[in-house]
């Protein structure tokens, strides 16, 4: 696996290592028809797609300990970054009625009370995290590290963009909301960003970050980093805005310069008529966008290309959207409304064992797909999550894609918490089997799980696209607008607003 896909690449070890098998459903009789489902108009849909991914949040996080699980129902572990989405999701949920506004605030004060008490510290097992950073996975038996999953700057910054949406979003003065911004401010202030620059390490950079460049994670056995830092165009845009924004342990700008903007230029291309900055799977171009506002504001990059990082993730869907219209590789279903590419569970590796279209083909598990003008990783797996956490860049078409997936898949794919993971139209190979996902010899390959860090996307982005909510939230939080600034960003709302 490239170390190009960012935050996913560690993922990936760990859910090979860790993650516990996934119980095989028996394959339904040939020629089943999936559940029909009512036809819906798109406002209703939204709704009823919002309200389905909220509660998946709702429902699964342990409340005890705040621990939102990195797959459901199989549930092997806790994911950080799912928690992150967890934590705006609740108010989400308020905003939208979904529960009481009491109710969330009283869940996220409970979730920030066990995320600053949770044990830190060096050791290899026991602790939750370390210099205010926590681990990628987390035990649901306790909360402690799971395995030996790193410490992750990414997952962590996940985790803190919900913790600070909380610090912004209850803003009402009693005790419970008081609480919350307290709590908030005091897991922020505690991570040390300078510790994880290149520099502290003794290992050198193997993808060109220099001294002052982010790592994506150390690692208590070795008591290092690993060689990758967060340098490209990826989701690690955030890590370094939180980084920036510190007011106790932050970087200086360098670390930006050096880091993830050293070298930006390489990814810039044109892929099916749009021209940005390249990244395969679309999380890379959704992950920082849940949080961050960045209509209209550009940093020094943006201001040379004359877009801004919004307008670049909105050609980068389109791109996604014109590739699956054009289905250069012939795999089954694609079409302008079944599309998209991201991270995401597989029907499991089977090497050119079975023909598509008369080519054999290889089919993968858990792995970053997508296409762009640097390479196309694509085995027939379409991901809902491409689409949904496109929506707010391109409702004209995302919405579309997701209510067409619901309306050709049915209950089989659109269940109880929204959209399961990922389906394959291409893998209808009965024999095959897959311990991730059923086999329907007529509609393909369907995952078993929801994930979290996919349910996520969706549930923020449709908010941003229907009310802005996050955005406008977020747009407050003087340490986002102080990570910014503090990097070169000008322009749009920022211009008005204070640190």
Known sequence: MSFRFGALVLPFMALAAGCAPVASTPAPAAGTAPAALAPTGEAEFSEELSQRTFRYFWDTTDTERCLAPDRWPSNPFSSIAATGFALTAYGIGAERGYVTRAEAAARTRDCLRFYWNAPQGPEAAGAAGYKGFFYHFLNNEDGTRRGRTELSTVDTALLLGGVLFAQSYFDRDDAVEAEIRDLAEKIYGRVDWTFMQRENSRIPSANGGGPKAIAMGWYPESGDFGTHDWVGYNEGMLVYILALGSPTHGVGKA?????????????????????????????????????????????????????????????????????????????????????????????????????????????????????????????????????????????????????????????????????????????????????????????????????????????????????????????????????????????????????
Do not use: C
């Open 255 to 499: 670390a930006w310069d050096e880091g993830w903007a050293a070298d930006l230029e390489k990814d810039w291309g044109r892929y099916y008529g749009q021209e940005h900055l390249q990244f395969e799977p679309l999380f890379g171009h959704q992950y920082s966008h849940v949080w961050v506002d960045f209509r209209g504001i550009r940093d020094a990059f943006m201001r040379g290309k004359g877009i801004d990082y919004f307008e670049n993730s909105r050609r980068a869907t389109l791109s996604q959207r014109a590739y699956g219209a054009d289905n250069p590789n012939q795999w089954i279903g694609y079409s302008a409304d079944i599309w998209g590419w991201s991270a995401s569970d597989g029907p499991g590796y089977s090497k050119d064992k079975y023909r598509v279209n008369g080519t054999l083909r290889s089919f993968n598990g858990y792995m970053a797909r997508g296409v762009s003008a640097i390479r196309v990783i694509d085995d027939g797996t379409v991901v809902p999550t491409a689409a949904g956490g496109s929506v707010a860049f391109v409702p004209e078409v995302a919405i579309p894609a997701l209510m067409a997936m619901r309306a050709r898949y049915g209950a089989r794919l659109y269940a109880r918490y929204g959209f399961k993971d990922a389906f394959n139209p291409s893998f209808t190979f009965v024999d095959a089997g897959s311990r991730s996902g059923t086999v329907d010899p007529v509609q393909g390959w369907v995952a078993n799980d929801y994930l979290g860090i996919d349910q996520g996307p969706i549930l923020t982005m449709m908010e941003n696209h229907r009310s802005g909510l996050v955005w406008k939230v977020m747009r407050k939080n003087p340490h986002i607008v102080r990570g910014l600034k503090r990097i070169g960003f000008t322009g749009g709302w920022l211009e008005a607003a204070g640190e």
